[in-house]
């Protein structure tokens, strides 16, 4: 009898604790989504205040620019680029947020600067064109010129950069991203000197296995030299400017990916003239034959960017390139679309159909299933979001990949 009543109590002092944990997980599931909704209200008052101070600025999204990393003062990085997608959401005219994601994860990287690398990681994918790799790389090594012994020294800790860590798993943009911004610290710790950076990626973004990520460093290299953003990128390049007269002598120095990478990065020069289809054949007519197509789709990726991802202007500027080229102008611009912001997926799909009365091969919806394994996880919703949105029988195809 003694036992069964010893049984009974334990029985009994057990519910309690079930019971008692219950309460206790109910008590912090409350407490989590009051935290939560309390934070996306925060962020949403941010986004609004950025959204009334820009409201009368004379280019709202250079304004959005300066505001949104001050933030950072009371909010985290992440929280930052959270508040940006707000600001976006409420302000359509803010499509193209490169700079300021540059900005935001190099005041990450000032906060604690030997964890550079762990910035790298924790930058959102699919927003802001990935400029907080860029970002994140240039803050550590801004100012710093290094010798070539000590660059010597450097390069094992930069073997790795853009390799696959213990808490990232890039996707093949993000990696893409990463080496081409490679070539970008390769000119700071050389103080802008090219043949050094070439060399750099040479030794750097041409791995054992056999993946070859030169030809994007290559194009951080030059993109440095033709296109700096900020006061420091024009003092680096000081009195190492190529003007358009030069250009071409310029880059005649070089052959083969970099001389392609060359010719393609100086397209600021021509701009005026790129605006216009016959500019851009002109002006790819004259890379290496190997990079002519390659200089087509760089530069197509340039203009949308340019036409702030106005469906109707590539629309307008596509059908006017000779007819081979027409296919690739618009898997170009679709692609950009979704590499600037993984939210336009559906209007990259619309222009993708559009583009069928002028490109019989689908190298438009060819250009996004490609995409929706390389700038998406396989697996996570974002990639399920793009196989939805995309045509049933492109759709189909697009599942297909969770099962590689």
Not at 381 to 396: A, D, I, N, Q, S
Request: charged share 25%.
């Amino acid at each position: 009898m003694n036992f069964l009543n010893k049984f009974k109590n334990l029985f009994q002092n057990q519910n309690i604790v079930v019971l008692l944990l219950i309460v206790v997980i109910f008590v912090e599931l409350i407490f989590y989504f009051q935290v939560k909704i309390s934070n996306t209200s925060n962020l949403e008052n941010h986004a609004d205040k950025v959204i009334a101070l820009c409201a009368k600025a004379n280019h709202r999204p250079t304004c959005y620019d300066e505001a949104i990393p001050q933030l950072m003062n009371s909010i985290s990085m992440e929280d930052a680029f959270k508040v940006t997608y707000l600001v976006q959401n409420k302000d359509r005219s803010y499509v193209y947020c490169h700079v300021l994601a540059h900005k935001l994860s190099a005041a990450e990287v000032i906060k604690n600067p030997s964890l550079w690398k762990d910035v790298v990681t924790r930058v959102p994918s699919g927003q802001c064109s990935n400029g907080g790799i860029h970002g994140a790389f240039q803050e550590k090594f801004r100012g710093e010129f290094f010798s070539a012994a000590e660059i010597e020294v450097l390069k094992p800790e930069l073997d790795d950069l853009c390799e696959q860590r213990e808490n990232w798993t890039p996707t093949g943009m993000e990696q893409a991203s990463c080496y081409h911004a490679l070539g970008h610290l390769t000119m700071y710790i050389t103080s802008a000197n090219i043949r050094a950076s070439i060399k750099l990626c040479d030794d750097l973004a041409l791995k054992k296995n056999g993946r070859n990520f030169k030809h994007l460093c290559y194009d951080g290299v030059f993109m440095q030299l033709f296109q700096p953003l900020e006061p420091e990128d024009f003092s680096l390049i000081k009195d190492k400017e190529i003007n358009k007269e030069q250009h071409i002598s310029f880059c005649n120095k070089f052959t083969g990916e970099v001389k392609g990478s060359c010719w393609s990065e100086g397209w600021p020069l021509y701009r005026d003239e790129l605006e216009k289809p016959e500019g851009l054949v002109n002006f790819c007519s004259k890379a290496p034959l190997l990079e002519r197509d390659r200089c087509f789709m760089a530069i197509i990726y340039v203009m949308t960017a340019i036409f702030q991802l106005d469906s109707e202007k590539v629309l307008a500027y596509c059908p006017s390139l000779p007819k081979e080229k027409q296919g690739m102008c618009f898997s170009s611009a679709a692609g950009r679309m979704i590499e600037v912001d993984y939210r336009n997926i559906e209007q990259a799909v619309r222009l993708c159909e559009e583009s069928l009365k002028y490109d019989q091969e689908n190298s438009c919806f060819k250009m996004l299933l490609q995409y929706s394994g390389y700038n998406y996880k396989v697996g996570s919703p974002e990639f399920y979001h793009v196989c939805k949105t995309l045509p049933k029988e492109w759709g189909r195809q697009c599942l297909k990949k969770e099962k590689k």
